[in-house]
């Protein structure tokens, strides 16, 4: 049942571009960045019980280092998107290095500490940067927004799919194990700081690859894209979607993606009323609202299915 | 040889051990007694690294452990459980077996599923090996932390109250166990509040009154020591 | 003479900072959480004081600005209460597994409501808010601004009170008696649940007085909580999470990071950018060197 509703979903998917063109394109365009984002924060924050306030940061971190590469240094895009990956990595390991010894919210606490940092950075390094009014970047394969959006849709599979496989491997036993009881994990041999920190690392690299595609999609890079705020969507939509899951959170961006679209005439409040309804997801279902729909509908038509037994009666 | 050498731990103003010293060597079976809040657990979780001692030192075979995490503890051939058991509740019996094999590269896959196998039969929870641990009662819980422990080949055993909670037939069957262990070569320290069962089976007795040490000896001495009986009775006859 | 009026007004500032951070230290002894939103209160604290002030000297009613103050201390106090009862006591009371996320998402997403709500409300624009007291002080050569003093004068009081309440009356002892053991508090018949609501109000009617302080002085928009807050987070990991003389040290210790610091940047538009930035690099050099800080416990479980 799952399987034959991931293939729908897939098609669908796929058959988009047909559907729709020019503007909406765009928009499930940006819908995918974000679903790669909010998929990935995620598996940190739902499966490892990591919260990381960076994660909008990083996904900046791929973005500039793939977009000076290209301008600067001439470097393939592809290449540079790989290497913004890199760097968004390396951030992670530094900033996990430092806190992820200890327990609490001191990553939290850090991260939230780097991402307003790194944002002042990219605005005050006007030379490097062009500061608030960003970076102009080269387009990826020309700006054909059809081909953007079916590597956008790759990384999205791709993202999703290694995530999924990185949880069911021993690395995902361990997280798992990790998550229900620290120190009963600890002394049975697993290093704890260290796969939590790898777990970080993969999450933080999957950030700065969809800062690369962002980068290349929009062709500007402003320091918006490491803002608190856009960090509070990324959120709002994980937590929508159903921080547990992976699919449910990228579900999850993609809808309220274009639910943004849908309240244009109310721009201004959009995060204001994200905010409120995360608010309200977190008191009342804090597993998320897909999941929770779900649920209804397998109940729905389990209802159902025993009903027509009974007529078979 | 484990050794401890005035092992003090303090949580704030209070001091849980006031520099223990002890030795254990390989092969023994000891128990560590003392009456509620006398230290036991808190020195055993020294030893496996969830506390850093405040000060003292704590050497396996000479070599300093007591700044070690409790992962590299493990991996040195320290395994415990705990009074309060610690499985994962939500992975299946399996699963919760594998999970110490796997930190440690000793077996290959089949050989890890032979071990686990040999280790639930041992314990005679085979029949649940695919069900998740949270469906155990708390005594086969015990038992799955001590097979857990045992996937992997422990020189020292710390064991927290494996009695506890445990049905009396299971505890017949584990005390039966446990001596197996110990005449395979394992050093087992057992830390517990049924007499009967540690008089029966230790060969040496350790025990512990607010964070010090009482007397360490064979257990029919310990059995005649005032002090010991001053101890459970809290201090009323102490001099 | 520079030497000086920098270390003047590192003190000042100081003054302020250790405000914001003891309410912030204060909510995670109690309720053992760091409160995200706790930005977002000073925000809100600098708009109720920035509405009241300009509306008693606009109306010329003769109410003294003091009073603005204290009303809008008030009302982030109420604001706090509430706030407790509605997101946070019911994943206290029902022992919610993972309340560590649960806390640090909620009280985020809070942050991130109030902030976007300021926004198409108030306008993203700067405002000036009207200072207490708006002459200037002359020590010799020394000249300092009379809102800057006055915020520190009034700062300085309400930290006196705070440790006066805390160490000399009965409810002040049981919210320590929380922090330290809720277990043993609630045994000894005090109410976990409303120091926790108590804790919480204060704590965040202390971001919000300080906004209120800090309005006239710098200026109130909807994110002007944002690096405030961020400096509490380094002065509260700096001091020792929950620990007050921590607190109240660090404080210092950042004001004079970031005064004196600046100075060691040569280009002034990059120093005045950065001066937020100082924060990080103390954060980082605590987490490497001390990171249970300055005068946390020492206790750190693997």
Not at chain 2, 142 to 167: A, C, Q, S, W
Request: proline share 4%.
């Amino acid at each position: 049942m799952r399987r034959f509703f991931l293939g729908v979903l897939l098609l669908l998917a796929a058959a988009l571009p047909f559907i729709f063109q020019g503007y909406w394109l765009y928009v499930a365009i940006v819908g995918l960045y974000y679903a790669v984002l909010a998929s990935s924060w995620a598996m940190l924050a739902g499966q490892v019980g990591i919260i990381s306030f960076a994660h909008a940061a990083f996904a900046a971190v791929g973005a500039y280092t793939s977009a000076m590469l290209v301008i600067y240094l001439n470097f393939p895009i592809p290449l540079a998107m790989v290497a913004g990956s890199g760097a968004a990595a390396v951030f992670g390991l530094a900033i996990g290095a430092l806190t992820l010894k200890m327990r609490g919210p001191y990553l939290a606490l850090t991260t939230l500490a780097f991402s307003e940092i790194f944002r002042i950075f990219l605005t005050a390094e006007y030379e490097l940067t062009r500061g608030s009014y960003g970076l102009k970047v080269p387009l990826m394969l020309d700006g054909n927004k059809t081909w953007c959006y079916y590597i956008g849709l790759l990384l999205l599979v791709a993202t999703v799919t290694t995530l999924s496989l990185v949880l069911r491997s021993k690395l995902g036993l361990f997280l798992l194990a990790m998550r229900e009881d620290e120190d009963g994990a600890a002394t049975r041999g697993v290093n704890t700081v260290y796969y939590r920190l790898c777990a970080f690392v993969i999450t933080s690299a999957c950030a700065g690859l969809a800062g690369g595609f962002y980068a290349h999609v929009i062709g500007l890079v402003s320091p918006r894209i490491s803002t608190i705020s856009e960090m509070g969507l990324i959120l709002a939509m994980s937590v929508f979607g159903g921080l547990e899951s992976l699919m449910g959170s990228a579900l999850g961006a993609l809808a309220l993606q274009s639910l943004t679209e849908y309240l244009r005439a109310f721009e201004e409040w959009r995060l204001a009323i994200f905010g409120g309804l995360v608010l309200l997801i977190l008191k009342f279902t804090p597993q998320g609202l897909l999941p929770r729909l779900s649920e209804l509908l397998d109940t729905c038509r389990q209802r159902k299915s025993n009903m027509l037994k009974d007529e078979h009666r | 040889m484990l050794e401890l050498k005035n092992v003090v731990k303090n949580f704030g103003g209070l001091q849980a051990l006031s520099g223990v010293s002890v030795r254990f060597a390989m092969g023994e079976f000891v128990g560590l007694i003392g009456p509620n809040g006398s230290g036991k657990t808190t020195l055993l979780s020294c030893i496996s690294g969830l506390y850093r001692p405040s000060e003292g030192s704590i050497q396996l075979d000479g070599r300093e452990i007591s700044r070690l995490g409790p992962h590299r503890i493990y991996r040195c051939g320290i395994g415990r459980t705990f009074q309060i058991s610690k499985v994962f509740a939500r992975l299946t019996v399996l699963q919760n077996l594998y999970i110490p094999a796997m930190t440690v590269a000793e077996l290959d896959r089949t050989g890890m599923q032979q071990r686990a196998v040999e280790i639930l039969r041992a314990l005679k929870l085979d029949q649940l090996a695919e069900a998740p641990a949270e469906r155990l009662s708390g005594g086969q819980r015990k038992l799955l932390e001590i097979g857990m422990v045992m996937m992997n080949t422990p020189r020292f055993l710390l064991l927290d109250e494996p009695f506890g909670g445990v049905h009396p037939v299971l505890k017949n069957q584990l005390e039966e166990y446990l001596k197996d262990l110990h005449l395979s070569g394992k050093s087992i320290i057992l830390v517990s509040h049924e007499m009967s069962s540690v008089f029966r089976i230790c060969e040496r007795l350790v025990v512990l009154d607010r964070g010090a040490l009482v007397t360490d000896g064979p257990p029919h001495e310990v059995r005649a020591d005032q002090r010991v009986v001053n101890a459970y009775l809290g201090g009323k006859h102490a001099a | 003479m520079l030497m000086l009026a920098q270390l003047v007004n590192a003190l000042v500032i100081g003054t302020l900072y250790a405000l914001m951070s003891l309410g912030l230290s204060l909510i995670f002894g109690v309720l053992k959480l760091v409160n995200f939103a706790h930005g977002e209160s000073l925000m809100v604290g600098g708009y109720l004081y920035l509405f009241l002030a300009s509306f008693f000297l606009s109306h010329s009613c003769g109410l003294p600005l003091p009073l603005a103050l204290i009303t809008s201390m008030a009302a982030v106090f109420v604001f706090g209460l509430i706030l407790e009862r509605l997101f946070l006591r019911s994943a206290y009371e029902r022992k919610t597994a993972r309340y560590d996320e649960y806390v640090i998402l909620v009280t985020f997403t809070l942050g991130i409501f109030l902030q976007n709500l300021a926004l198409p409300l108030f306008g993203p624009y700067n405002r000036q808010a009207p200072a207490i007291f708006t002459g200037r002080i002359k020590i010799g050569d020394l000249v300092i601004a009379g809102d800057r003093i006055s915020a520190a004068v009034i700062a300085f009081l309400i930290i006196a009170l705070l440790l006066f309440f805390l160490y000399r009356t009965y409810l002040g002892k049981g919210l320590r008696a929380v922090a330290q053991n809720p277990d043993a508090a609630s045994i000894l018949g005090i109410s976990v649940a409303r120091m926790r609501g108590m804790a919480f109000g204060i704590g965040i009617s202390l971001a919000g007085v300080a906004g209120a302080l800090l309005g006239p002085i710098f200026l109130v928009n909807p994110g002007m909580g944002v690096p405030f807050a961020i400096k509490a987070f380094v002065i509260v990991v700096l001091g020792g999470m929950g620990s007050i003389k921590g607190t109240i040290i660090g404080a210092f210790i950042l004001a004079m990071v970031e005064n004196f610091g600046s100075i060691l940047l040569p280009d002034p538009t990059r120093a005045l950018a950065y001066k937020d930035a100082y924060g990080l690099l103390l954060l980082i050099l605590t987490l490497l060197f001390r990171p249970q800080g300055l005068f946390g416990e020492k206790e750190r479980r693997a």
